[in-house]
């Protein structure tokens, strides 16, 4: 994979972008905390500029997909990026309670640009890479994505440690201007897959005809179902995080940046096996044996006794979330047709934000109703459910796609024509 030059631009893109997220979201957790000395109003006022990042998914993805899949992806992408750089210091601005309403509309916009960025790149990547390495990209990719994780969190825990969290919003505007570059290197393959159909037909069309496609996908109402479940229980523990390890175990800036690199650690290896044996292992296996470790590794952190406990416990975490984002990716572009990538993802990505919504909306009360601790095991639970029903309603979908591609294979072969 290594070898494919766009491939490793487009890693180098997210990985670089990847690890400037980790600064802005570690400095404006912190500066939430500071500004609320209560668990309670802390964790609430998290989940209002989460669920902000969340809401443009659910009010605009469809869109973003329709339009995806009718321009050129590279340079939507690219337009994304140039965006999120002039949108990321905005949080600057963020000093007090009555700074929080402007955090939100930031963290709204910021998300809206990045609606674009992600439909974009899972369409592009079957066009950079052939079809039997996708398993091994995607694995690739979530390797990009965890070195990102292991060294962003140690350096912004540091820069904002030593020099506070003003810094850390200017090194994530700089990541996206380092990914748009990156984007732009990336020549010598199709990456708008419907042009010339623009003046024929209109992008309402394109968008009814997407709804149709994902609604009459078992694929894609099997992976949104299980993922959706698994998100109930996931969402919260995003909003309860940082109280949790800053009010239980009083732990520093540095030592939440330690628990992010410890699960990016496990993200590391998870990534590499699926890197290494990508093309030996059946996508929907992983995704559901994933799911499972993931919530049996919540559950663990939410039941540590010390801050030792819940650092053992955040590998386990990392290495399951590798294999359940590659494996998804992996089916999602193996069993929908190129052209109907953006818009079939908007859909499920639709449906998965609206169960994080809900899920981060309810972390605040829940917390305060039963505790943190309690959160932790009620999510755990949440996401081995939502793998076991992903497997079901997904039993023999494997088999199927494989049938497909060894059609469309058999029909290029009768296609070519042997010279007299």
């Not at 609320?36 to 990042?53: E, N």
């Not at 690739?140 to 020099?163: D, E, F, H, K, Y």
């Not at 088999?399 to 296609?415: L, P, T």
């Amino acid at each position: 994979m290594l070898r494919n030059r766009n491939f490793v631009l487009l890693w180098l893109a997210q990985c670089v972008s990847a690890a400037g997220d980790t600064f802005s979201f570690l400095a404006i957790a912190i500066r939430i905390d500071n500004i609320y000395a209560d668990p309670g109003s802390s964790a609430r006022a998290l989940s209002l500029v989460l669920i902000a990042y969340a809401l443009p998914v659910l009010i605009i993805g469809i869109f973003a997909g329709t339009l995806v899949d009718r321009w050129d992806r590279k340079w939507v992408m690219i337009g994304s990026d140039l965006a999120r750089a002039a949108l990321a210091p905005a949080f600057l601005f963020l000093k007090t309670s009555a700074d929080l309403p402007l955090a939100v509309g930031a963290a709204f916009l910021l998300a809206a640009t990045s609606v674009f960025f992600y439909p974009a790149r899972t369409a592009l990547l079957p066009v950079i890479v052939e079809k039997d390495q996708l398993m091994t990209a995607n694995g690739w990719m979530q390797v990009g994505n965890t070195i990102a994780r292991l060294s962003g969190p140690i350096l912004a825990g540091i820069v904002v440690a030593r020099w506070g969290t003003n810094i850390a919003f200017w090194v994530d505007a700089a990541s996206y201007l380092i990914s748009a570059a990156f984007v732009i290197g990336i020549v010598g393959v199709t990456t708008r897959i419907v042009a010339g159909m623009d003046q024929k037909r209109s992008a309402w069309k394109d968008l009814a005809e997407g709804i149709r496609f994902a609604l009459s996908s078992r694929l894609i109402k099997g992976i949104t179902f299980g993922i959706a479940v698994g998100m109930l229980g996931l969402g919260a523990l995003n909003v309860l995080f940082v109280p949790f390890l800053r009010h239980i175990f009083g732990v520093s800036a540095e030592a939440l940046g330690g628990i992010q690199a410890a699960q990016g650690a496990g993200m590391l290896i998870g990534g590499l096996i699926l890197g290494s044996l990508g093309r030996k292992l059946s996508p929907l296996s992983v995704a559901i044996a994933g799911m499972i470790l993931l919530g049996l590794g919540v559950g663990l952190f939410g039941l540590a006794p010390v801050y030792s406990v819940a650092l053992i416990a955040a590998p386990i975490i990392g290495f399951s979330i590798a294999p359940i984002n590659a494996s998804l990716q992996t089916l999602l572009q193996r069993g929908v047709p190129q052209e109907m990538l953006g818009r079939a993802g908007s859909v499920m990505d639709m449906s998965i934000s609206l169960a994080n919504i809900v899920s981060m909306g309810l972390a605040g009360l829940l917390g305060a109703a039963i505790g943190l601790r309690q959160v932790f095991l009620g999510g755990g639970v949440l996401i081995i459910l939502g793998g076991l029903i992903m497997g079901g309603l997904l039993r023999g979908e494997e088999s199927e796609i494989r049938k497909e591609e060894g059609s469309d294979r058999m029909s290029v072969i009768k296609d070519v024509k042997v010279p007299a």
